[in-house]
Nanobody
Framework: QVQLVESGGGLAQAGGSLRLSCVAS????????MGWFRQAPGKEREFVAG????????DYADSVKGRFTISRDSTKNAVYLQMNSLKPEDTAVYYC????????????????WGQGTQVVVSS
């Protein structure tokens, strides 16, 4: 089993930045594809960003391309999401997820989920 704990959420102003962290425990996520998803009030959970097990491949939702960056640090068993140029529409609960696949972008392909961290962007 893999336990994922997100942190770094909070309140930011439009145009500002936040950095989310996701630390895994239970086993190493070195060979896992990792991803970030988000769910805004009244909306379905959606893919935000994904990174391959090696870190060499990343993928982003169109809505965050050029503003968000996903990265990972295998030595810390962690994944990060740097969010810049935040917009009010980025307000959501952000979830970290781990997949036994080398890379994944679809919710059904992820096996383990964190509890989420709230991000609120004010205009």
């Amino acid at each position: 089993q893999v336990q994922l704990v997100e942190s770094g959420g909070g309140l930011a102003q439009a145009g500002g930045s936040l950095r989310l962290s996701c630390v895994a425990s239970g086993r190493t996520i070195r060979t896992y594809g990792m991803g970030w998803f988000r769910q805004a009030p009244g909306k379905e959970r959606e893919f935000v960003a994904g990174i391959s097990w090696s870190g060499s491949t990343t993928d982003y939702a169109d809505s965050v391309k050029g503003r968000f960056t996903i990265s990972r640090d295998s030595t810390k068993n962690a994944v990060y999401l740097q969010m810049n140029s935040l917009k009010p529409e980025d307000t959501a609960v952000y979830y970290c997820a781990a997949s036994t696949r080398p890379i994944a972008t679809v919710q059904a392909e992820f096996d383990f989920w964190g509890q989420g961290t709230q991000v609120v962007v004010s205009s």
